[in-house]
């Protein structure tokens, strides 16, 4: 095995870990891995249905999005600073809050992350299937699938490589977006003709219901900040690195996302005549013409169903990974093994990647984003809680500053995806809940009646 350094040596002392993975990932490394799994270009998937539920204020619902995030995102940073270990949320609430809260939190991320890549491929379906009918469905599920799969196996540094491409083709086309919508509303007086705040307020149609239940469709751009964190045992200064690429990564991406919708809402404001699933795509066209239309569907298939699909598998791959070595897992003995080449969880990935092809054939794109959005914004308010409960009342930290950072600032964020959580519809509620009685039971077993925890935390 490989020689620890002195940084990964401390990581193990305080997380109750052997470091298995490889470390290779810097600052940069990890914004770039966060904005792909938000994916710059995410505005494709959502816009429309977001314009049309929150009557053309989509610029409004993506700011709501960034600030119920921002808040969640330095709960992430601050957790990660003080256990910096792969499992994200599963880890965080583990540690911060109780064991087996930190297992249903895990266990509800994974009811996230676990379809997210099922989702991803069957939105580049979608789209291929605009420009290329007749092409099987089934083959474009597996190849996608296979693709994605047997990058990850082999290793984090070959997915990075590919997050870099993806990344600044991605980039290039929300340019070239916004500069044809500048052009097309402010020097040819198209779509509203020029500079409004519609997009963020219209007076007497801003209704709060209403804007939890467009943000709850929003929302869905923004997950997988989050997923930064479960990349800590490979990365060099896990405390000083993952949290701020966190903040940071989200802060960029809020800004991709808004000024996005901002320019669509302008360019085509009459939100009710948009196609909730090709709506963005048909505003594309309509202010750069058939190549850049036909370029964003493009580089939206590779991107979403290859690069963001890449990102989050390998994201959830860690979490089933850093929860099975816990023993917390059914076949926990096979999804924890690290392959002896790539140190990748390559067991965990590979599950991923049969259940991604299942998930994208049976699963419908509705009944999807409806699991993706429960899962993550149930997380995130265990997130923020136990931030509050390890600080604020296990350290008692308590004094003005930390009171602000400990206390208030968690329970903002609770309290604004709380909102959003609110905006759900009852199917939404019904499968959450089943998902998490079937984890309450499951917890209950693994751990003979809730009094076993992990071995690696009994010295923590």
């Keep these: 095995m490989q020689n620890i350094s002195s940084e990964a040596a401390s990581s193990q002392f305080n997380t109750g870990y052997t470091q298995e993975l490889k470390r290779t990932l810097t600052m940069k490394d990890l914004v770039i891995f966060g904005l792909i799994t938000m994916l710059p270009i995410a505005p494709t998937q959502v816009y429309a249905a977001a314009a049309i539920n929150s009557f053309g204020m989509a610029a409004l619902v993506y700011l709501v999005g960034i ?6 995102a330095i709960s992430y940073r601050k957790m990660s600073e003080e256990f ?3 499992g994200s949320s599963y880890s965080f609430v583990q540690r911060g809050m109780n064991p087996h809260i930190g297992f249903l939190a895990g266990w509800t991320i994974v009811m996230d992350y676990l379809v997210v890549p099922g989702l991803l491929i069957s939105f580049s379906n979608l789209w291929l299937g605009a420009i290329l009918p007749d092409m099987p469905r089934l083959i474009i599920i597996v190849v996608f699938a296979a693709i994605i799969t047997v990058i990850n196996v082999r290793g984090i540094t070959l997915t990075k490589w590919a997050n870099n491409v993806f990344l600044i083709c991605q980039l290039a086309l929300i340019a070239a977006f916004l500069i044809c919508a500048v052009k097309f509303v402010f020097i040819d007086g198209h779509g509203i003709g020029g500079f409004s705040l519609d997009p963020f307020f219209q007076s007497g149609k801003v209704d709060l219901q209403l804007i939890a239940t467009a943000a709850s469709i929003a929302v869905l751009g923004f997950i997988g900040f989050d ?3 479960t990349l800590s045992e490979e990365t060099v200064n896990p405390r000083k690195t993952v949290g701020r690429s966190v903040v940071l990564s989200l802060l960029l991406i809020g800004l991709l996302f808004m000024g996005q919708a901002y320019m669509a809402s ?3 404001p009459d939100f009710s005549t948009l196609d909730p699933d090709m709506g963005y795509f048909d505003i594309i066209r309509e202010v750069g013409g058939d190549l850049l239309y036909y370029s964003f569907i493009g580089v939206g298939i590779l991107a979403v169903g290859i690069a963001n699909a ?3 598998q390998s994201a959830i791959s860690r979490i089933i990974f850093t929860m099975s070595r816990d023993k917390m897992l059914p076949f926990s003995g096979f999804l ?5 080449t790539y140190q990748t969880p390559a067991n965990a990935t590979l599950f991923i990647g049969i259940v991604s092809v299942l998930i994208a054939i049976f699963v419908s794109l509705d009944n999807l984003v409806m699991l993706v959005n429960f899962g993550a914004m149930t997380t995130y308010m265990l997130l923020n809680l136990s931030v509050v409960t390890h600080f604020f009342f296990k350290k008692k930290l308590r004094g003005l500053k930390h009171t602000l950072s400990y206390l208030l600032s968690p329970l903002i ?3 604004v995806i709380a909102f959003i959580w609110s905006g759900f519809d009852a199917k939404t509620y019904i499968v959450g809940f089943t998902w998490l009685a079937v984890g309450a039971i499951l917890g209950f077993v693994k751990s003979k009646g809730y009094k076993e925890v992990p071995p690696a935390l009994h010295n923590l």
């Design 336 to 340: 924890a093994k690290v392959h002896p």
């Design 413 to 415: 964020g609770f309290g």
């Design 84 to 86: 910096p270990v792969a």
């Design 266 to 268: 302008l360019a085509h």
């Design 227 to 229: 997923s930064i964190s």
């Design 310 to 312: 890449l990102a989050v």
């Design 67 to 72: 600030v119920a995030m921002i808040f969640t």
